[in-house]
């Protein structure tokens, strides 16, 4: 018995933070509790604080992961490297496409549980301020500035939001030709078809 209570206590701290993490997209904060997630691993209560101090660490340890999934990916992929705007957009479309890039589940979840909780909620309009920034140095990259910059930027954050918020649901391939008028929407010009044929190869 004691030997089969280690073996379980040994779960990794991963192992506990993909099961909140499923709960919390699934069914929002107020199911992430230690007992409901020991008993979905068939783990001890007491092997979850062979890892975490207390619940809110482990609630902490999934705002990081949004924060690193979604507000990280969208900074990176404004900086990438790109020859003209067009590129540059279709870049950071590919986050909002690629699932495995971007996680619109997580980030409605975390914003519907912001709103009962003002220091999360703090975090957040942080990370929309930093995304926001991000997307309107793109614009500024090629040429935008002013107003011109930041009102481009909020509509392609705002498109963003309004997707998942509506939780529209369409094929890949789909979203990704829209992907590219929005991006002609957005720029104010067409892109090359040598950057259209790139991008949708990206998402067959």
């Not at 705002?63 to 957009?89: F, H, K, V, Y």
């Not at 649901?169 to 992907?179: C, D, K, N, T, V």
């Not at 010009?189 to 949708?200: G, K, R, V």
Request: some cysteine; proline content about 2%; charged content about 25%.
């Amino acid at each position: 018995m004691k030997k089969a209570l280690a073996t379980k206590n040994r779960a990794t701290r991963e192992t506990w933070i993909d099961a909140a993490y499923t709960l919390f997209v699934n069914e929002g904060i107020e199911a992430v509790k230690v007992m409901p997630l020991a008993k979905t691993l068939n783990l001890t209560r007491t092997g979850f604080y062979w890892h975490f101090k207390d619940l809110s660490e482990l609630h902490d340890a999934i705002i990081d992961i949004w924060q690193t999934r979604n507000t990280g990916i969208i900074l990176e992929r404004c900086a990438m490297p790109a020859q003209s705007l067009c590129g540059a957009l279709l870049n950071l479309i590919d986050c909002w496409i690629d699932t495995e890039l971007f996680d619109a589940p997580l980030d409605l979840a975390i914003r519907n549980w912001a709103r009962n909780d003002a220091r999360l909620q703090a975090i957040v309009d942080q990370s929309d301020d930093d995304r926001l920034t991000a997307v309107k140095q793109l614009f500024e990259r090629f040429g935008k500035t002013g107003d011109a910059a930041h009102y481009r930027a909020l509509t392609v954050i705002l498109t963003q939001t309004g997707y998942y918020s509506m939780q529209v649901s369409e094929p890949r391939l789909q979203r990704a030709i829209a992907g590219c008028h929005y991006a002609e929407i957005f720029a104010g010009e067409a892109p090359t078809q040598l950057e259209i044929d790139a991008f949708l190869s990206r998402h067959r």
